[in-house]
């Protein structure tokens, strides 16, 4: 699987549908194959032991997941201090289906300048890769359109598990 054919520098990739354990070594494998060098974010359960030094390797960055205060900001200053960096964040968050994505990926690649790649695993085309790079603009629901239309149709390994790509500051603030 060749990379994608603009890929850029510095990028936020959303890995999505995120619905199985499995799409985790499915997106380690196709980045390999590309030839694509990614950084991807984890829960800090999976770097305690002999596994931390691994996945560390494998590009891992560990997040605790319950104090995750100053994080945007970390890896913001991991952009400017790199030539390089395709930070992969599994946008819905959990393996299970929920309402919402998470909005750090947003707002990383916001106040990064940096694009959103989607990426992916389709189990009904039983296909993954690279899509386009999305610029993140600041206005959340247009951002999120090209996001959604690109991910419109796709599948995770679990069927069902997967959501709509929706942030939830898409939701009109209601009147005080």
């Known amino acids: 699987m060749p ?9 936020v990739m959303i890995a999505s549908p995120h619905t ?3 799409d985790f070594p499915l997106t380690l494998a196709m980045a390999q194959v590309s030839g694509v060098k990614i950084t991807w974010l984890g829960k800090a359960q999976l770097f305690r032991g002999p596994m931390g030094p691994i996945m560390r390797r494998l590009g891992g960055i560990a997040v605790q997941r319950e104090a995750a205060g100053g994080m945007v900001a970390s890896l913001v200053a991991e952009f400017a201090a790199r030539d390089r960096l395709c930070l992969v964040v599994p946008a819905e968050g959990t393996r299970s289906h929920s309402e919402y994505w998470k909005s750090g990926f947003y707002r990383i690649a916001a106040e990064a300048h940096v694009p959103v790649l989607c990426g992916y695993v389709d189990r009904s085309t039983r296909s993954g890769g690279f899509g386009p790079a999305v610029t993140i603009t600041g206005d959340v ?10 991910y ?6 679990r069927a069902g598990r997967n959501a709509v790509p ?5 939701d009109p603030v209601p009147a005080v």
Do not use: Q, V
């Open 3 to 11: 990379p994608p054919a603009a890929l850029p520098d510095k990028c």
């Open 20 to 22: 199985s354990n499995w």
């Open 141 to 150: 629901t247009a951002d999120m359109d090209n996001i959604r239309a690109f």
């Open 152 to 157: 419109a149709g796709k599948t995770g390994l």
């Open 166 to 170: 929706r942030l939830r500051d898409e």
